[in-house]
């Protein structure tokens, strides 16, 4: 089945713990992208990626950090969490950039 | 991109169509026009875009005026499934696959 997944699926932790939340997909994209989507300010970017070894930031890149060394995954690093990257995170991935995104299933954080 | 408008809010009986409006005044020659749905808060769907030319495939119908500044998304038999946050945008060549959602429509469809 063709499909993005993203682990966990919910993680609780502390200020300045470092985390991973992973992204895949299977079906040989080449775009990828991660968004967080907080009440009343929409879905927002934070990083996205043309192809291995290119990623670029998005309109919320602070406080994280990304990397493709392989076409199928995309993890999204959060080096030293806070309170305010407290959100829903989605990971999305396409054949090319500006054709229709097929989002993973989305990762609550919350950073106490 | 284009900004686009939507109502707040949308109510359809179940089995009927539901045709969800959308503004989109200031889009450009190259911007497509992108739907997408979010039930709840699992990961957003694609539902259908288009350009100029109306479209229709297993989910929904697209259908864009002819000066492109309007669109309306039609689900043509709503079911309880298709409650929802419906997003429209306006997504061009410059965006690098940024899609950024508005506030959306919430249809709800009742039994």
């Known amino acids: 089945e063709a499909q993005v997944t993203q682990n966990p699926r919910y993680l609780i932790t502390v200020t300045g713990k470092k985390l991973t939340v992973t992204c895949s997909q299977n079906?040989?994209?080449?775009?990828m992208s991660w968004y967080r989507q907080d009440p009343g300010l929409g879905l927002r970017q934070i990083y996205y990626?043309?192809?291995?070894?290119?990623?670029d930031k998005g309109d919320v890149p602070e406080g994280y950090k990304v990397s493709r060394k392989e076409k199928r995954n995309f993890p999204l690093i959060l080096e030293s969490p806070s309170p305010n990257q407290t959100s829903l995170y989605f990971c999305?991935?396409?054949?090319?950039?500006?054709?229709?995104?097929?989002f993973g299933p989305g990762t609550r954080l919350t950073v106490t | 991109d284009a900004k686009t408008t939507q109502p707040p809010s949308m109510d359809c009986a179940e089995g009927r169509a539901a045709n969800l409006p959308c503004n989109h005044s200031?889009?450009?020659?190259?911007?497509?026009v992108y739907w997408y749905r979010q039930i709840h808060s699992q990961g957003p769907q694609y539902i259908i875009h288009?350009?100029?030319n109306n479209e229709t495939n297993e989910m929904a119908s697209l259908i864009i005026t002819e000066d492109r500044k309007s669109s309306t998304l039609i689900l043509p038999h709503a079911t309880l499934r298709d409650t929802a946050v419906y997003y429209c945008?306006?997504?061009?060549?410059?965006?690098?696959?940024?899609?950024?959602f508005g506030q959306g429509t919430i249809l709800t469809v009742h039994p």
């Open positions: 999305a991935s396409s054949l090319k950039q500006d054709i229709e995104q097929y």
């Open positions: 079906m040989n994209h080449e775009y």
């Open positions: 990626s043309m192809n291995v070894e290119v990623t």
């Open positions: 200031t889009i450009s020659g190259n911007e497509y």
């Open positions: 288009g350009l100029k």
């Open positions: 945008i306006a997504l061009g060549g410059t965006s690098y696959g940024k899609l950024t």
